[in-house]
């Protein structure tokens, strides 16, 4: 009956310890005491999830420190430093660098992922070349949406939008803009949604990055997005500018993202690296409050950015240890909030993205399963819990063992 059981498996939402029957890559059964026969192995009671979404990463840029000094740590050092470094990759270094950061996701629980590739005259479209074929070689370990993205502006340097046209015709799955890298900012947002409407993909932004809370773009990219029809299919990252506004503005905007259905997602280890670098004391957050936007209606993920570049020098593409680390900023610690942390690098983040994706394994979902060393959603955020073996439509993708202590009690 069952290509595989998972066993004695502990699930959000419900009380009794359950076996998870899986046939055919999907979930068959979800039963204690299932039949034996098929193949098995026990969660021994731990926590299983359908595995983590990381809905914005910049797998092309990852690993280069030992390309690019930092001295200012910096947004704009940050950009200035990868610009010149990236007119130096080629495919295999983009390819190489990529695949060690995506195996570090996998082996952290992560199922899926956006990440954007960019493509300018400077890098051409040999990261996105690189990044295709990853995506090939890893399609039975992880589902990867791979964003054409314009980071340093569109309307002085239009030779990007040709290049972002010949990469979705090449395959890419989503389109992406930075309007404050743009003297155009609104025409930016506008030349971006144009290929989203074209190709059909959603569109994704990294917008209002910093802490001044006027000169926002968002009033003009939400007008847009209802302008043309397209709630629910555009997100935003960063948007540290709500971190500063006055809870009266902050509240009208969120209640705006809400109602243009425009997802956003924070980058807490980034957003805390770059923000605020200018105050000699008390020194501000900087990111943006994804809990109150949530509870404001709006489709809030956290994700992971960079993993050791200019724009974020550490990182382990853990997304367990992302949700830990906005939930110690945004000083949130009751069970409820814990597990919205936890639900902002799964369902939620699946659904800023455009995928639909069980948090909790069902019958009739793809047997994307993941065993924590926790026994619920909120205690793994609160201990950062090691995921210790994952499955991918039924096949195993990882296994990741608990350590073991091997010297003796002192006395013993």
Request: proline share 6%; hydrophobic share 45%.
């Amino acid at each position: 009956m069952f290509d595989f059981i998972l066993r004695d498996a502990r699930l959000g939402g419900r009380d009794e310890i359950l076996d998870i029957g899986v046939a055919g890559g999907r979930i068959a059964a979800l039963s204690p005491g299932l039949p034996e026969g098929a193949p098995s192995r026990s969660a021994e009671g731990r926590f299983v999830c359908s595995g983590f979404v990381d809905a914005h990463i910049h797998l092309d840029k990852a690993l280069i420190l030992d390309r690019c000094p930092i001295c200012q740590g910096t947004l704009q050092e940050a950009v200035s430093l990868t610009a010149k470094a990236k007119a130096g990759f080629t495919e295999e270094d983009v390819y190489a660098r990529a695949e060690t950061v995506l195996r570090q996701a996998i082996v952290s629980g992560t199922m899926a992922m956006r990440s954007f590739v960019e493509t300018d005259p400077r890098v051409g479209l040999r990261s996105f070349e690189a990044l295709t074929r990853l995506k090939s070689d890893y399609a039975g370990m992880i589902d990867l949406d791979l964003c054409a993205f314009a980071q340093e502006g569109l309307t002085q340097e239009m030779a990007t939008h040709d290049l972002l046209v010949a990469a979705l015709e090449g395959g890419a799955t989503s389109v992406g803009g930075c309007p404050y890298t743009d003297p155009d900012p609104v025409a930016h947002i506008d030349l971006v949604l144009d290929l989203a409407e074209r190709f059909g993909v959603p569109a994704d932004f990294h917008i209002d990055f910093d802490l001044d809370p006027e000169g926002s773009d968002l009033p003009a990219l939400i007008a847009a997005v209802k302008a043309r029809g397209l709630q629910g299919r555009v997100s935003i990252g960063h948007v540290s500018k709500l971190s500063a506004m006055a809870p009266d503005r902050f509240d009208r905007l969120a209640g705006e993202l809400a109602a243009a259905d425009i997802g956003l997602v924070v980058l807490p280890a980034t957003d805390l690296y770059l923000m605020g670098r200018d105050a000699d004391r008390l020194a501000p957050r900087g990111m943006a409050p994804a809990d109150r936007l949530a509870r404001a209606g709006v489709r809030t993920a956290v994700a992971t950015n960079n993993v050791m570049n200019p724009f974020t020098p550490f990182g382990d593409a853990s997304l367990i240890r992302m949700a830990n680390l906005f939930a110690n900023v945004a000083q949130i610690g009751s069970d409820e909030e814990m597990a919205s942390a936890f639900a902002m690098v799964g369902e939620r983040a699946a659904s800023v993205i455009g995928l639909a994706r069980p948090e909790t394994p069902e019958v009739g979902a793809p047997a994307d399963l993941v065993v924590l060393d926790a026994t619920s959603a909120a205690e793994a955020v609160r201990r950062i819990a090691q995921p210790i073996a994952g499955w991918k439509a039924g096949r195993q993708t990882f296994e990741h063992p608990l350590p073991t202590i091997v010297a003796d009690k002192a006395g013993d």
